[in-house]
């Protein structure tokens, strides 16, 4: 996953955010599993998820498909409960610390 994280930062042509931060969690079942997620932090919603779909999806970009294909290959039901989209209400905004 830090290999595609990394890919990402390095490509902000492609990918269209400001910043992700990523949390982990050990699976307390299974030590050699662990649950993770990231919040990517945009100030555009539409541009956000037309970038990654051209991402995920443009002959452009085979290099960022590729390690992302090798994540999914690694996460068991990523696919089924990957995403949430949460939009920040304005006036609930707390100081991201520059992140």
């Known amino acids: 996953m830090r290999e595609f994280y990394d890919y990402e930062s390095a490509h902000p042509e492609i990918y269209h955010y400001s910043s ?3 949390y982990t969690m050990p699976d307390e079942e299974d ?23 051209e991402a995920s999806h443009g002959e452009d970009n085979k290099e960022g498909q590729r390690l992302m294909a090798k994540v ?5 039901g990523f696919i089924g409960n990957a995403i949430d989209h949460w939009t920040e209400v304005p006036s609930l905004r707390v100081d991201d610390q520059g992140h």
Not at 31 to 53: A, C, Q
Not at 72 to 76: G, I, K, N
């Open 72 to 76: 999914v290959s690694y996460h068991e």
């Open 31 to 53: 030590p050699e599993k662990e649950y993770w997620m990231f919040v990517d932090k945009f100030e555009d919603y539409e541009d956000y998820i037309h970038s990654l779909y």
């Open 20 to 22: 992700t931060r990523t």
